[in-house]
């Protein structure tokens, strides 16, 4: 489209500048361009981003959604001045909700708010959320950047998204067929993710750019606790799509914000309870960096932060050494960490 007649003075001088939203656009187009899938109709820039479902097969296609953001992960990034991985946990933070009910993503769509557009810094953001498509297999199919002088910092911004997927009706992962000896695998994290960060902020003094952020640290195997928070989130959508071909999966929890206290329990069925053996979570290091600046106790630990364990995936006894070697061949290097247990008060224990 040619915006070479398009500029207003007046808007302008109000701190909206409309020629940097076209040429923003024009520099995402190659990032966009990386996530196109079957489903692509049409090219970013119309009104609405189109797309056809593929329900070939399916007897009754449910299309389920997931909305999110970064939460405060984002003021981290732009101390740093690194924009091109939070647009991954964005993504992440929709796809893996809709993977634990045995979707598989079809699209996404962006909102990128900021004080003042810079045409590179969006693309470099655009970069992340396409990278985060690609991982997830998932097209990125549309989005909005909005200006907004007055209302935020010029160098400020927010980040949200939506996904799409689709499932048939009688794969939906609802519980209803868990049972007591099942058992429950942890799916690793890569860090901190998208969740705890107002307490990070407060434990490691980040509103004030503290130094110490940035000072490499053994216990971090050299990297800085600036580097170790903002790891970007891992997408579990195709080790999953691949268990979910070839295991009776029972249940799914993506271990975002509340921990494992919040999030276990959403896909256990009353009655049964998670037992989680503390011992083999296999805690990361940058929790116990954490735990240790903040003085924070375990429990507050576990009801905050994913402590390595970014999903949880219950499946019968008799398949857990099959699961166990699917995420392996799938790059996930999964582990038990407990069992389901009868229960009538309890839907998770930590012991």
Not at 65 to 71: A, E, F, I, K, W
Not at 153 to 182: C, H, Q, S, W
Request: a negative charge.
């Amino acid at each position: 489209m040619d915006h070479k007649n398009s500029f207003s003075a007046s808007y302008a001088a109000a701190g909206v500048d409309i020629t940097a939203g076209y040429k923003a656009v024009e520099l995402m187009k190659k990032h966009v361009a990386r996530t196109r899938n079957e489903g692509c109709l049409d090219d970013v820039g119309g009104f609405g981003g189109c797309f056809g479902l593929p329900i070939a097969g399916m007897e009754e296609p449910v299309l389920v959604s997931g909305t999110d953001g970064c939460g405060t992960k984002v003021k981290l990034a732009i101390l740093m001045d690194k924009h091109d991985t939070i647009g991954i946990d964005c993504v992440a933070m929709c796809v893996n909700d809709i993977i634990c009910v045995g979707a598989k993503p079809l699209f996404f769509l962006d909102y990128i708010a900021c004080g003042k557009n810079v045409p590179e810094k969006i693309a470099e953001i655009v970069g992340g959320v396409a990278e985060g498509c690609v991982q997830s297999g998932a097209a990125l199919i549309g989005g909005e950047t909005a200006e907004h002088p007055g209302l935020m910092p010029v160098d400020e911004y927010d980040l949200a998204g939506f996904a799409v997927g689709i499932v048939d009706k009688k794969k939906i992962i609802d519980n209803t067929r868990m049972k007591a000896g099942d058992v429950v695998i942890a799916l690793p994290s890569t860090g901190i993710h998208s969740n705890g960060f107002s307490l990070c902020r407060k434990v490691f003094d980040i509103d004030n750019n503290n130094p110490q952020l940035y000072v490499p640290r053994e216990e971090l195997g050299g990297k800085t606790i600036a580097e170790g928070l903002l790891v970007p989130t891992k997408i579990y959508v195709k080790p999953v799509l691949a268990l979910l071909e070839q295991v009776d999966v029972k249940g799914i929890s993506h271990i975002t914000g509340g921990g494992f206290y919040e999030n276990i329990p959403r896909s256990i069925p009353d009655g049964l309870c998670a037992k989680i053996d503390k011992s083999k979570v296999k805690v990361l290091p940058i929790f116990d960096v954490i735990a240790k600046w903040g003085n924070i106790p375990e429990r507050d630990m576990f009801n905050t932060y994913n402590m390595g364990v970014g999903m949880s995936i219950v499946v019968p006894a008799a398949e857990e050494a099959k699961a166990i070697e699917i995420l392996k061949a799938n790059g996930v290097d999964a582990y038990t960490i407990g069992t389901i247990v009868e229960n009538a008060e309890e839907k998770v224990i930590l012991a």
